[in-house]
Structure formats: structure tokens, C-alpha cells
């Protein structure tokens, strides 16, 4: 089975610029996840999906970040503007049924903005 | 909120033998679940052991076993004969149906040495 699959590895852009994270999870799986993980301030809970809905994006730190799930096999996760202190691994993680159930993480994004 | 401490930052132990990371939590909850995840050098977050609040029996998957202290909210790993390939960071994570967030420890490096 595919595990979860994330696009790019890394991306290095310059502050200012868009960014758009991707991420396909797991087929058959139900919930979504998108997670920040710095030195500062360990994994963070972005926002999460349930069936393509978005169910809580309390954890998305302004309004630059935004995500979508357009269809039950692909995600984004967008910075518009970009700045550096948005530099982190972003993680993508998905679950079958409800968050008890073991979440599958993707090898994760590694963002650098200059 | 809940909260997950993991007070060990940083862990070694002598291949083949047995080392514990701690991980208490903090919750006014009765049903929730407790996991370990794994991160080595590859980033990726692998989980390594699953257990449920209700179930007194303490997991364990090959070599890895927990000890479940609901009472004391504590939720230890053991690995048994360590191995090269057990280098990592180790994160404790909570999840209950309220919140139905996953919540990290900071983690715990653990080295192996030869």
C-alpha cells in the first residue's frame, strides 16, 4: 500500500512568494491532517478534514495560510504571502474513521523562506 | 486543555539493552488513546505502539511495551534490545473524543550506542 504522499521534499523560495504544499492521502482513509513541526515549538495541529470538509482550522496562525481539499485523494496546503518565520517540516497525515484510529504520516515538506 | 510532557529531552543507551522514555499527561477525561511515534533522521513519523485507556492490559508491539498508569497519567516506552536502527526522536501524543486533536510531547532523542 502507498503511504501517504507528500510533494515537494523541499522547497526553497524567497519571502513574498506563494507556496503550495500537496499532499495525497492514504486511499479509503476519512480524515486529514495538516501539521507544523519547528524547534520553537514542536508539531502543531494546522487543520484537519473529515470526508473533504474542513472541520477545525483553529490552529492555521493567520489568515496567509489557507487549505483545501478538493477531493477525497488530494490536499493543499497554501502560504500567500510567504515569510521567513513561516520556514518549517510541514507534515500531512491521514486516519480511517476518527482520529483514534493511528494517523499515517507523509515524509513531510521541508520550507525555507529566504 | 491536555497537555503531554515528555521530561526526558534526551536519552542513550548501550546497544542490546533496555531503555524507558517517560511521558506523563494531564486530562479530566476517561476514554482516550495513547501513542508513540517515531521520528529517525529520515523525518518521517512512524508510529511504533497504540494503547487505549480502557484497556488495563499494556501494549507492546516486538520489542517496544508501554506502561499504562492511568491513575498516575503516565505512559512509558520500553525498548528491549536496543538497536542501531531505534535512533530517534520518540514523541507521546494523546488523543480523546472531545478535543479529537492529537497532541504532541516535545520528544525525547534516544542514541544508541555501539
Known amino acids: 500500500d502507498a503511504g501517504v504522499i507528500q510533494s515537494p521534499r523541499h522547497e526553497v523560495t524567497e519571502m513574498g512568494q506563494e507556496v503550495t504544499l500537496r499532499c495525497k492521502p492514504i486511499?479509503?482513509?476519512?480524515?486529514l491532517f495538516w501539521y507544523r513541526q519547528t524547534m520553537m515549538r514542536g508539531l502543531e495541529l494546522l487543520i484537519y478534514?473529515?470526508?473533504?470538509?474542513?472541520?477545525?482550522d483553529s490552529g492555521m496562525p493567520e489568515d496567509r495560510f489557507s487549505a483545501k481539499m478538493p477531493n477525497a485523494s488530494f490536499s493543499t496546503l497554501k502560504i500567500q504571502p510567504s515569510e521567513p518565520r513561516d520556514s518549517a517540516v510541514y507534515f500531512c497525515?491521514?486516519?480511517?474513521?476518527?482520529?483514534?484510529?493511528?494517523?499515517?504520516f507523509g515524509d513531510g515538506t521541508r520550507l525555507s523562506i529566504l | 486543555a491536555q497537555t503531554v510532557t515528555q521530561s526526558q529531552p534526551e536519552m542513550s543507551v548501550q546497544e542490546a539493552e533496555t531503555v524507558t522514555l517517560s511521558c506523563t499527561y494531564d486530562?479530566?477525561?476517561?476514554?482516550?488513546?495513547l501513542f508513540w511515534y517515531k521520528q529517525p533522521p529520515s523525518r518521517q513519523m512512524i508510529l511504533v505502539i497504540r494503547?487505549?485507556?480502557?484497556?488495563?492490559q499494556n501494549a507492546t508491539e516486538n520489542r517496544f511495551s508501554v506502561n499504562f498508569q492511568k491513575a498516575a497519567k503516565s505512559f512509558s516506552l520500553k525498548i528491549s534490545d536496543s538497536q542501531l536502527g531505534d535512533a530517534a526522536m520518540y514523541f507521546c501524543?494523546?488523543?480523546?473524543?472531545?478535543?479529537?486533536?492529537?497532541?504532541f510531547g516535545t520528544g525525547t532523542r534516544l542514541t544508541i550506542i555501539p
Open positions: 478534514f473529515n470526508n473533504n470538509v474542513p472541520i477545525d
Open positions: 486530562t479530566s477525561e476517561s476514554d482516550y488513546y
Open positions: 486511499s479509503g482513509h476519512d480524515y
Open positions: 494503547q487505549e485507556a480502557y484497556k488495563q
Open positions: 501524543a494523546y488523543w480523546d473524543f472531545g478535543n479529537e486533536k492529537l497532541t
Open positions: 497525515a491521514s486516519s480511517f474513521d476518527r482520529g483514534n484510529q493511528p494517523q499515517h
